[in-house]
């Protein structure tokens, strides 16, 4: 993930202070590393986004929240890539997890007519809970793991190259400058 389109994404340290909502939240909200694009940060927080938004639980961007403070790594990000499962994606994101999860535990995968009554949740909810859950564990944990490893290897191929750029372009002023 390049540097700089992180870096426009996420708001200034001094815009932050300007937030007057996160002033209730006290001095630590302000910690830079919070704030703060780096390998470990960003990697860390595509981990934990999608990791927690595969979890069916309200409060996801709380949760998100509080897992960015206690791994340090980036708050925003981790915040906004929640909302990979929002409204429109949340029941196909749901669906392929409860599957996920049945064939984990072979459980027969039942047809799912979803009403949003409490009727429903009660009765319907306690037959397909477990691969439902389970399955969303599974695919929380490999997506997440999944996007940790490719920022981090993005970031650091992105530094080698870099690296090795840089090098070619001082060799290339070194022999110029010799003739």
């Not at 540097?3 to 001094?14: G, I, R």
């Not at 007057?20 to 630590?28: E, I, P, R, T, Y």
């Not at 860390?44 to 897992?67: K, S």
């Not at 996920?100 to 799912?112: F, K, S, T």
Request: hydrophobic share 55%; glycine share 6%.
């Amino acid at each position: 993930m390049p540097k700089n389109t992180l870096k426009m994404l996420v708001p200034s340290p001094a815009r932050i202070r300007e937030m007057k909502a996160l002033s209730v939240l006290g001095d630590w909200i302000y910690a830079s590393n919070l704030w703060h694009i780096n390998r470990y940060s960003a990697s860390m927080a595509f981990f934990v986004g999608l990791f927690v938004a595969f979890m069916p639980l309200p409060g996801q961007m709380v949760l998100a929240a509080l897992l960015a403070i206690l791994l340090r790594c980036n708050l925003p990000l981790s915040v906004s890539l929640v909302w990979l499962t929002n409204p429109l994606t949340m029941p196909a994101i749901f669906f392929l997890a409860y599957k996920v999860g049945a064939l984990m535990i072979d459980a027969p995968v039942r047809e799912i007519e979803f009403e949003m009554t409490f009727h429903w949740l009660t009765y319907r909810l306690a037959d397909i809970w477990k691969p439902f859950l389970l399955g969303c564990l599974l695919c929380g944990t490999f997506l997440g793991c999944l996007g940790y490893f490719v920022v981090s290897q993005l970031w650091r191929w992105r530094v080698a190259y870099h690296w090795h750029r840089r090098r070619r372009q001082r060799a290339a002023r070194r022999a110029g400058s010799s003739n």
